[in-house]
């Protein structure tokens, strides 16, 4: 179960939301600027929220009344952003290792195996990031947030910057992560068709603020059907 | 060997040790300086800027002879070198090799400021998520991805090494076998009759050192770079 409560002012724009969500996969979903992204960032620990609290299951992330801001590397929050972010000088093999070596933990040939034949990137192990294709970039990226085993799995967008064939090589990969159901799941998008298919509950955003938190229902008749 | 003469070789061996020991000496303050001009904002930050750039600027000459009044036996940084840790600088290829890396500091801070600027600071946020700490994104990300950066800072610091004259000779003075490089020992053999074949077979050894430090750091950047840009 993830809590959320928090208000984060960046320049003009003010994000004040609270929102709960239990297993499965959350959509965080709304228009562009309505501050999906930056919730999966105070989640994540890469942004500070002025006031409010963040926690998972019994574990506080951050509660400014109490003082307690765990820093992004010990939350344990994998994070698989838009762009990917590969680490350029590594290569795919590397990539997927390190944040097992980051955090010191024994090989697991099994879990490694098990997670590269789930996203079909066996083949790329031996490769540098700039040779992939942008549905293998995103693949290897879920990978490496997979594997440091995280007890939450942040995806902000993850389709938006692969055209229409790779978007739909992508989305099965995420719907057969979903049904392991090994990990939960935040999901940020805008596109309420691409939401359809993998979300279990949405949480809907406009300017900042939770508008509605509910079902899937809350993706029906939107205009960014239009966008997708 | 190749017709130089036991004082010549102690210049090349010399100007060698100086450049080597002063670009390894620097590196370390270089990458930090440059972290912190790249990374961080701070009171008297252009001031800490305008002072590393200085020997840039200054006459090689008053550079040297500001290292000889704080760091020569009487100057104060000097005095209590020699004191508390037994560390003498002038008249000694230490003192030459203080002042040599003084001058190539400014040419090895430049490029790695330069690339710790264009690092995509996303990656590390990328792998603070993946569970490295500050310190460990740093040497994991970081520094890697800053490499092409530091090593043109230190090709180019090695090279201005090799090649100081102004301040190694008014700091640490011209003194065959101790302060005496290869650029000293040209000045000193154009001073004497007769000396000009000895001057010119170190200018062609200058030459070579110089073409063999550049190769080496093309070579360098370019395996540095292939890391990045295919397998």
Not at chain 2, 6 to 31: D, M, N, Y
């Amino acid at each position: 179960m993830l809590a959320v409560d928090v208000e984060k002012r960046l320049g003009t724009f003010t994000l004040a939301a609270r929102f709960e969500a239990a297993g499965g996969v959350t959509a965080l979903f709304g228009p562009s600027g309505s501050g999906k992204t930056t919730i999966a960032n105070l989640i994540a620990g890469l942004l500070t929220p002025d006031h409010g609290s963040i926690a998972l299951d019994d574990t506080v992330l951050f509660d400014s009344a109490k003082g307690i801001d765990v820093p992004p590397h010990r939350r344990s929050i994998g994070y698989v952003f838009q762009e990917g972010r590969l680490f350029p000088h590594l290569s795919v093999r590397q990539n997927l290792d390190y944040g097992r070596r980051m955090s010191g933990r024994a090989r697991d040939p099994g879990g490694f195996d098990r997670i590269t034949a789930l996203l079909d990137i066996g083949r790329l192990l031996d490769r540098r990031p700039r040779m992939l294709s942008g549905g293998e970039r995103q693949r290897v990226a879920v990978g490496r947030a997979l594997l440091m085993h995280p007890r939450l799995l942040i995806l902000d967008e993850p389709l938006a910057s692969l055209d229409g064939g790779h978007k739909r090589e992508i989305l099965p990969y995420l719907v057969r992560l979903r049904d392991d159901g090994g990990v939960p799941m935040v999901y940020v998008s805008h596109t309420a068709a691409e939401l359809r298919r993998i979300a279990t509950n949405v949480v809907r955003l406009e300017g900042g603020r939770v508008i509605a938190s509910g079902g899937l229902e809350l993706l029906e008749k939107t205009d960014s059907d239009a966008i997708a | 060997m190749f017709g130089l003469s036991p004082a010549e070789w102690t210049a090349i061996e010399l100007s060698l040790r100086i450049a080597v020991v002063a670009t390894v000496f620097a590196l370390p303050f270089g990458v930090a300086i440059g972290w912190l001009l790249a990374r961080r904002n701070f009171w008297g930050k252009a001031v800490l800027d305008g002072l590393v750039h200085l020997p840039l600027v200054l006459p090689p000459v008053v550079t040297g002879y500001l290292l000889l009044i704080s760091f020569g036996r009487k100057g104060p940084i000097g005095a209590f070198l020699d004191e508390y840790l037994g560390i003498v600088f002038s008249f000694r290829w230490t003192g030459a090799a203080l002042a040599c890396a003084v001058m190539g500091f400014p040419l090895m801070v430049r490029p790695i400021r330069l690339a710790l600027e264009a690092i995509d600071r996303r990656l590390e946020d990328a792998a603070a998520t993946l569970g490295a700490g500050p310190a460990l994104v740093f040497v994991s990300i970081t520094l890697p991805l800053a490499l092409p950066g530091i090593i043109a800072g230190v090709v180019l610091c090695f090279a201005r090494a090799l090649g100081e004259f102004g301040a190694t000779i008014t700091f640490v003075s011209n003194i065959p076998g101790e302060t005496q490089t290869i650029s000293a020992a040209i000045y000193t053999f154009l001073q004497v009759p007769g000396g000009d074949a000895a001057a010119g077979r170190l200018v062609v050894i200058a030459i070579v050192l110089a073409l063999g430090a550049l190769i080496a750091s093309e070579w360098l950047a370019r395996r540095a770079g292939a890391r990045f840009h295919g397998e």
